[in-house]
């Protein structure tokens, strides 16, 4: 079987680790494995997955820890895997940098289609929103989304985002100005038959404000209109 993608799978439960490891080579993933935070570390330094399974708790550094440590240098989509329910967890695993998330106990089948759902996005197009679209002016230069490149520049420097802040973009700017509901965005930025946590929206736009918005607490650019989405503002 050709290899889909390099998936890491980070949970310090051996049985846990084992079992998803074999589920997921079945379905043609290359794995590789670690049973702590700092040894994934390592791991994502020397052989960069497609994309991260990380559990929350760990003894030593925790997921959320580890999330907020690799995203500098690894913008590979990250789906946490952890026993945790609680909201507070939940928006701090996603405020750290994790795309998605999967509760225990869960069926291996439930992990291997969210895996599929974020390939797929990281690898379809983006929604066209023009070629070198001015976003937004301010001081430190224009916002441009460059689709052609599928990055974003800030007076010619790079915006680091991750492909889910990238995809929900632009959707916001294809075209601009139009109210997308949480329900629509998470259909079409998560997965297009993916019903799930309105609050994974909520927080990728918080997200997202802190890297392109000149004033993150009071957005222009990325604009909440109340009891029916968000709404992108540009230029």
Known sequence: ????????????DDGIRAALGLAMEDEGYDVIEAASAE???VLVGRTPPDVMLVDLTLGGM??????????PF?????????????????????????????????QVVEVSARLRAMRRRAASPAPSAG??????????????????????RRGGEEVHLTVTEFRLLCELA?????VLSRRVLLERVWDRDYFGDERIVD?????????????????TLVVTVRG????????
């Open 1 to 12: 079987m050709a290899v889909v993608a390099t998936l890491l799978v980070l949970e310090d």
């Open 39 to 41: 040894a994934a570390l």
């Open 62 to 71: 925790d997921g959320v820890t580890f999330i907020r440590e690799v995203r």
């Open 74 to 106: 690894s913008q590979a989509p990250i789906i946490v895997v952890s026993a945790r329910t609680d909201t507070e967890d939940i928006v701090r695993a996603l405020e750290a940098g994790a795309d998605d998330y999967v509760t225990k106990p869960f």
């Open 131 to 152: 070629h070198g679209s001015t976003l937004l002016l301010h001081d430190d230069g224009p916002l441009v989304l460059d689709l052609g490149a599928g990055v974003v």
């Open 174 to 178: 294809s075209p601009p100005g139009r």
């Open 203 to 219: 927080v990728h736009v918080r997200r997202l404000r802190t890297k392109v918005e000149p004033t993150a607490s009071s957005p």
């Open 228 to 235: 029916q989405g968000y709404r992108l503002d540009t230029a």
